[in-house]
């Protein structure tokens, strides 16, 4: 790779962006930045302003010959990049609040990344990165694309389909479970070793060893397992887990514990709360520390975000691929026939082996029977959303709700869909520009 090694962090005046910075500034000696570009749109410009002041103060305490920049401008951030990094949210916390709020009016779950808020947000996204990936395929051909922004399963996978550019997926919610792991049992994460397999906030972990030796059997007996603040926190069914074999992602309490999981949503409606708002006060709060002239680091308040750690992962690939080091990462990638029942394009959550070359997925050795009716289930709906967002077709939207396991009824989710539709018109023109 080439010795200048800039980095576009596209959504640069994100919360998350401190640590970020943090991971360039602590893995420097492997991986040696040279240029950070933060890019935001003007609707993001104060919040960039702001995050992009501490990063220049983390940057010059630490005493790294690291040029800091931040534009509006992307294509200027693109040129010249050797990773593109996305953390962006099109339509604002505005627009995750809808996705939370409106299905609740259908009885139906209410989240940013799963069922019709997660379609929702795909519906959105998914135009902006092929947009993106348009303008790298122009300016930085042979960048890599790691994706966060969310949901990243299906957002890779309509790059990976629709876009010349090489993209990797990440989540937290993998490291969020070696951190928990590590904690339990006291141990570095480099000790631990986890199975995961499914997809994108739908895994399960089937294998977990401490030193090489096993653990899962004493851990599906956890019923309150790993978990994240942006999940609510109920019990797993343990007579399930011990059925299964495996430790479900606590995204998985939205399809096991689906009446609990919507009336918890429900009474807090009630109240006039959801995860939106509380995201909110959290950001109001963050932003108002970064503020603070004589602050030069991370600050411990950011682990409230239900995204922390995403930061660390990103910097660990690119670290990874920028080394050809050969180490293995749960990530976001092409099937390439490693879940038989899936197709070979399909995004998939599982072990990879980070090469100079990009992540090559490992075999699988343990696939639950249980679970992979659900991951069909929730690939079908997957695939259809994508091929909806990149098309603008009605229709297609409407299938993949139908084949979600948390829609309830198609009636419903048809009105839904066009309530949702019509409350997010400035951010789909696929859809609305064959109408007018």
Known sequence: MSKQLKIAVIGGGSSYTPELIEGFILNYETLPVTEIVLVDIPEGFHKLTIVGQLAERMIAASGLPIKLRMTMDRRSA????????????????????????????????GQETTGPGGMMK?????????????????????????NFTNPAGMVTEAILKHSRIRSVGLCNS??????????????????IYCEFVGLNHLHWISQITVDGQSKLEELLGNREGYSAKNVPQFAWNGTL??????????????????????????????????????????????????????????????????????????VHLMNSLYNDSGDTQTLNVS???????LP?????????TVTKDGPVPQPVTVVPEAV?????????????????????????ALSALAHHPLTSSVNEAERMLEDMLEQNQQYLPNFFQKIH
């Open 78 to 109: 693109l040129e010249g990049a050797t990773f593109v990094s996305t953390q962006m949210r099109v339509g604002l916390l505005d627009a995750r609040a809808r996705d939370e709020s409106i299905p609740l009016k259908y009885g139906m779950i």
């Open 122 to 146: 795909a519906l959105r996204t998914i135009p902006v990165l092929l947009d993106l990936c348009r303008e790298m395929e122009e300016v930085c051909p042979d960048a890599w694309l790691l």
């Open 174 to 191: 993998p490291i969020g479970a070696y951190k928990w792991l590590s904690s339990l049992y006291n141990v570095p994460m480099d000790r």
């Open 241 to 314: 887990l011990q059925s299964i074999g495996a430790i479900p992602s606590y995204y998985l309490k939205y399809f096991y514990l689906q009446r609990e999981m919507l009336a918890e949503q429900m009474e807090a409606a009630a109240k006039g709360e959801n995860r939106a708002e509380t995201v909110k006060r959290l950001e109001s709060e963050l932003f108002e520390i970064y503020q603070n002239p004589d602050l030069q680091e991370k600050p411990k308040q950011l682990e409230q975000r239900g995204g922390a750690y995403y930061s660390e992962a990103a």
């Open 335 to 341: 099937n390439q026939g490693i879940l038989s029942f």
């Open 344 to 352: 070979d394009d399909a995004c998939i959550e599982v072990n990879c």
């Open 372 to 396: 992979k009716g659900l991951i069909m289930a929730v690939k079908t709906y997957e695939r259809l959303a994508i091929e909806a967002a990149v098309t603008g077709d009605r229709g297609l």
